[in-house]
């Protein structure tokens, strides 16, 4: 299961509240692709991630339409409800464009513990990428009391679009349908109900402020916060930046990239897991097998590396570098997920001459394959020094 990488909060009603709140922006970087494709059989149209609303008692404006879209820069959460003045308070501050109450747990949603969210599918949605945002047949089924859950939950994870699953906590969950395929953009945020469902299933209400503050210096915004909020509320910024390195300034010693034992280490560590399942959420053999970033973590842990959780964080943990200057030990990185372009969905170990280790998805088994270009991002040298850091 997901591990927290340093935001935990107490656990409340038989969940706990949102430990993980980072999101990673687009990774974009330029670099020669090479022929090759994603295997077909992870090929989706767009219209297969939003399931025929059966939801015939919602009004034609049940849920308001795609506003203005706001960029998310800093999340605030806490155990409990924050007092409503504290949203007014962040409101006024100059720079900020707007501030969206949500519920943030963490919770169990077809048998994995993740970030759950509850939200007004008619505001929340100007806070999420453009595909998700556009889409007023995923925010109706919402409304309407489905589950929305994120595209690599689905596609890679094997949770059927239209099925009925378990939401809620260990003590009490609900049946609910899988509306939508929908990613929001924030790592370890894979399922996303209304308000109402939410207080259906006991989740703490409006214990969370997403904030857009696209004029205000981030760091300066969330020490401000710390400062003035309640004292167990916690504010982290929404989008760390990635590092990329300047041109012949990638440093090869000093700590800052991996040793060459290290390397030999975590590609040796990796090797071990060959055979076993995709688990999504998987990073250990008591559970039975590994989801692609938890396979990076495991390899790399053996080496003494700390790694963040999901493959979003992962991409930070040193430089984004083209592919084609792709060294063995390096991690690859896709952006494979249509309902948000640019997020790093899925992450490779790359082990020289155009192969990798990789746990592909669920109904395959951790593998060598041949790197596939389309979707790829670039490769990630990891610095320890930052990988220890950004995993708390």
């Known amino acids: 299961m997901r591990k927290p990488n340093r935001r935990v909060l107490p656990t409340i009603i038989g969940v706990s509240v949102l430990t993980t709140l980072a999101v990673n922006g687009a990774v974009l970087v330029a670099h020669s692709q090479q022929s090759g494709d994603a295997p077909a059989a992870r090929t989706q149209t767009k219209n297969q991630f939003v399931v025929a609303s059966g939801n015939s008692n919602l009004s034609p404006n049940a849920v308001a339409p795609e506003g203005k879209r706001l960029t998310p820069h800093v999340l605030v959460a806490a155990p409990s409800t924050l007092p409503p003045d504290v949203a007014e308070k962040i409101r006024r501050i100059k720079g900020v464009a707007g501030v969206e109450s949500v519920d943030a747990v963490q919770a169990q949603v077809a048998g994995k513990r993740v970030g759950l969210l509850g939200v007004d599918p008619s505001t929340f949605r100007n806070y999420t990428p453009k595909p998700t945002a556009q889409s007023d047949a995923l925010w109706r089924n919402i409304a309407g009391g489905d589950v929305a859950i994120s595209f690599t939950m689905g596609s890679d994870g094997g949770v059927q ?45 409006s214990n969370a402020l997403l904030i857009s503050s696209p004029k205000v210096n981030t760091g300066k915004l969330i020490k401000y916060l710390r400062k003035t909020l309640p004292k167990q509320a916690r504010a982290v910024e929404v989008n760390p930046k990635i590092d990329y ?60 590396i700390r790694l963040p ?27 494979n997920d249509p309902t948000a372009p640019g997020y790093i969905s ?24 041949n790197v596939y270009t389309r979707n790829l991002k670039g490769a990630v040298r990891v610095n320890p020094q930052v990988a220890a850091r950004i995993s708390g």
Do not use: N
């Not at 991409?315 to 570098?321: S, Y």
């Not at 992450?347 to 592909?360: F, N, S």
């Open 309 to 335: 959780r999901v493959a979003a964080d992962q991409a930070r943990a040193g430089w984004v570098i083209p592919y084609s200057k792709a060294q063995p030990g390096d991690m690859l990185i896709w952006a």
């Open 346 to 369: 899925h992450i490779a170990l790359y082990v020289g001459d155009g192969k990798m280790i990789v746990a592909p998805h669920t109904g395959t088994v951790v593998q060598v394959q």
């Open 245 to 304: 390195p300047s041109a012949g300034k990638l440093p090869t010693a000093h700590g800052q990239v991996m040793t060459a034992q290290q390397v030999q280490t975590v590609i040796k560590a990796a090797s071990t897991r060959l055979g076993w399942p995709y688990v999504w959420g998987g990073e250990s053999e008591g559970e039975g097998g590994y989801d692609c970033s938890g396979l990076m973590q495991y390899a790399f842990a053996r080496a003494g």
């Open 161 to 205: 679009l239209g099925s009925q699953i378990p939401v809620g906590g260990k003590a009490r969950q609900t049946q609910l349908r899988v509306g939508a395929y929908a990613t929001m953009g924030i790592a370890d945020v894979d399922a996303v109900i209304s308000h109402s469902t939410a207080q259906a299933l006991g989740m703490p209400t």
